[in-house]
């Protein structure tokens, strides 16, 4: 180590914990652009008024939009797992067959909520990292009476976004239904509910739509809805008929979160500005630098070293290092919230979200923090700087 030069001597404090500096750098809840704070922040609406009514029917339209429907998309206040339980509840009747196919910890989460409605699902494991197999889910869908298949587009806990679409062609021939939970993914990769033929897309306010927490959101296609028809698991609050009939008057049937639509309405129409195809390759780009970074700090990544990893970038930690110690570092020390392992793969991995309202510097941010946590921990970057360095070599076209 090099002595402090004169000018860094005296006494030192952590920006992270005295001036509150936070770098909000997961995949969700993301960083919320000041526009759409600013929407947030307006006076309160009464959820009765023409003035909220008005606002709520520009949302739902702009949700069709993102979601690529011309079907229902309904509104749930709740959280993204909200619209997957409503996905379970709405569709199916005591001892129905589905399958549910998974490769990390979001699509275990289907497994869950199934049973906590007592069906027993027919699951289709897949190692967490690989790719869902479009073939292998085919397959068990195709076995007599299979109500629905049940998957996950952007396995957040992996990093791997799968190919929803070629799952859904796959299927489609056997006739259940596909339902997606793109809670993650919806706005920051391609998702065509209509056209791929989706025929239940979940979703949350707080990943890739730059929100707060507090919304979710599920598509409904007209054969989810004869489904829904002829289902008898209970359900009231999640119960997408009851959502229906009062958003088809630009309504809800209970107090929504007001506050988070009116960040949603704002968040949908920046989206719509930047276009998706620019948001998409926005994403493959941080993604890109994220992932060369991440090697030249000299770590393993976890998942595919491609460019359908745009959402989230998992790496494994070195050897003998905790990647929950690094974790806190970085978020107590230097203020820079990363992500860690769930589930089997805590402590084993981190993740970088760049997802929704993210830039190059937060890539770079990401890295260098990383590179200064994991010389605390004993591990040191082969170069000084390395990670960061190759991440603006990326971003300057290299
Ligand atoms: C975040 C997330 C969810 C939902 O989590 P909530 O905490 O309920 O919003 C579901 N699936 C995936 C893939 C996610 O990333």
Avoid at 33 to 38: I, Q, R, S
Avoid at 191 to 207: E, H, R, T, Y
């Amino acid at each position: 180590m090099r002595g402090l030069s004169p000018v860094v001597r005296g006494p030192q404090y952590d920006s992270a914990r005295v001036d509150g500096k936070r770098y909000l750098i997961t995949p969700g809840p993301t960083p919320v652009p000041p526009e759409v704070v600013a929407a947030e922040s307006a006076p309160l609406h009464h959820h009765r008024s023409p003035d909220f009514r008005t606002l709520l029917g520009e949302t739902l339209e702009r949700l069709q939009r993102v979601f690529e429907t011309e079907h229902d998309v309904l509104l749930f206040t709740g959280s993204g797992t909200a619209a997957m339980e409503s996905a379970i509840a709405n569709l199916l009747s005591p001892g129905d067959r589905i399958v549910v196919a998974s490769a990390g910890n979001f699509g275990e989460r289907w497994l869950k909520l199934a049973r906590a409605y007592g069906i027993e699902p027919v699951h289709v494991e897949h190692g967490w990292g690989e790719r869902l197999d479009p073939d292998r889910i085919a397959a068990a869908a195709g076995e007599a009476d299979t109500v629905a298949v049940y998957v996950t587009q952007s396995e957040t806990s992996t990093g791997v976004v799968h190919d929803v679409e070629s799952i859904a062609r796959a299927v489609r021939p056997t006739g259940a239904l596909v339902v997606v939970d793109a809670v993650s993914s919806l706005g920051g990769v391609e998702l065509a509910v209509d056209a791929w033929g989706i025929d239940v897309a979940v979703a949350g306010a707080q990943k890739a739509l730059m929100c707060p927490p507090g919304l979710a959101f599920a598509s409904v296609s007209p054969r989810a809805w004869e489904q829904s028809d002829r289902a008898t698991l209970p359900r009231h609050y999640l119960s997408w008929r009851v959502a229906a009939e009062s958003q088809r008057k630009n309504d809800t049937a209970f107090t929504p979160a007001v506050t988070i639509v009116a960040a949603l309405h704002k968040a949908l129409e920046l989206i719509e500005a930047r276009g998706k195809d620019a948001i998409w390759a926005h994403n493959r780009r941080l993604a890109y630098g994220a992932r060369e970074g991440v090697k030249a700090l000299g770590l393993d990544l976890y998942g595919p070293d491609d460019e359908t990893s745009a959402m989230v970038t998992a790496f494994l930690m070195p050897d003998g290092i905790d990647g929950q110690k690094c974790y806190s570092i970085l978020r107590d020390r230097h203020g820079i919230v990363l992500a860690g392992g769930q589930g089997k793969l805590r402590g084993r991995i981190m993740r970088i979200g760049h997802m929704g309202f993210m830039n190059e510097f937060d890539i770079v941010t990401a890295l260098a923090g990383l590179e200064l946590a994991l010389a605390e921990l004993g591990y040191r970057s082969p170069v000084p700087g390395a990670g960061a360095a190759r991440a603006i070599e990326v971003f300057a076209g290299g």
